[in-house]
T-cell receptor, first 113, second 115 residues
């Protein structure tokens, strides 16, 4: 069964600090992995997308890593801002008919001043 | 980038009434649209997949007669929650995918509250 597990479930950090969110997956055959940011009451917005051959991808203060061998990914947020408070969702796409997505449970990040 | 809109953004209705939610792809043709439901503090759960011009495919446990999906054009899909009950209160999110690639573009969501 395809699964995506994220940790921690929630995280509180002080403004300006860095943090790293984790994602482990068992989706097969693997196509790509995306990190989304979802503000409360809004739809998910894509931050990064990584394919099998990519190890690192950055988008501003967000840096995602992918280890396809261990089936792990991380999202590192540098110099956090209050606006980073949101849920971060790891989504893995299977390389099969329909390219169905498997969603992680998300990490709720709160950045405090 | 591709934009997907939803309307309304929030709706409050009485128990027993039906509610229609629209999902539109604004700048691309969406051959496939997806409907998700999200309960508080939970991740998105796929309800159904709809391809333009054909019947929707529902996930296990989702009642097709209760959640009517119509994908009549390449830019519009609608979800109608029939005879809504308080337990149907949730955040409904659609996504759209074009004919090439596997990228799904998400709408902003619709908050449904059934009294």
């Amino acid at each position: 069964k395809n699964q995506v597990e994220q940790s921690p479930q929630s995280l509180i950090i002080l403004e300006g600090k860095n943090c790293t969110l984790q994602c482990n997956y068992t989706v097969s055959p693997f196509s790509n992995l995306r990190w989304y940011k979802q503000d409360t009451g809004r739809g998910p917005v894509s931050l990064t997308i990584m394919t099998f051959s990519e190890n690192t991808k950055s988008n501003g203060r967000y840096t995602a890593t992918l280890d396809a061998d261990t089936k792990q990914s991380s999202l590192h947020i540098t110099a956090s801002q209050l606006s980073d408070s949101a849920s971060y969702i790891c989504v893995v796409s299977a390389n099969n008919a329909g390219n169905m997505l498997t969603f992680g449970g998300g990490t709720r990040l709160m950045v405090k001043p | 980038g591709a934009v997907v809109s939803q309307h309304p953004s929030w709706v409050i209705c009485k128990s027993g009434t039906s509610v229609k939610i629209e999902c539109r792809s604004l700048d691309f043709q969406a051959t496939t649209m997806f409907w998700y439901r999200q309960f508080p503090k939970q991740s998105l759960m796929l309800m159904a997949t709809s391809n333009e011009g054909s019947k929707a495919t529902y996930e296990q446990g989702v009642e097709k007669d209760k959640f009517l999906i119509n994908h009549a054009s390449l830019t519009l899909s609608t979800l109608t929650v029939t005879s809504a009950h308080p337990e149907d209160s949730s955040f409904y999110i659609c996504s759209a995918r074009g004919p090439f690639g596997d990228t799904q573009y998400f709408g902003p969501g619709t908050r449904l509250t059934v009294l």
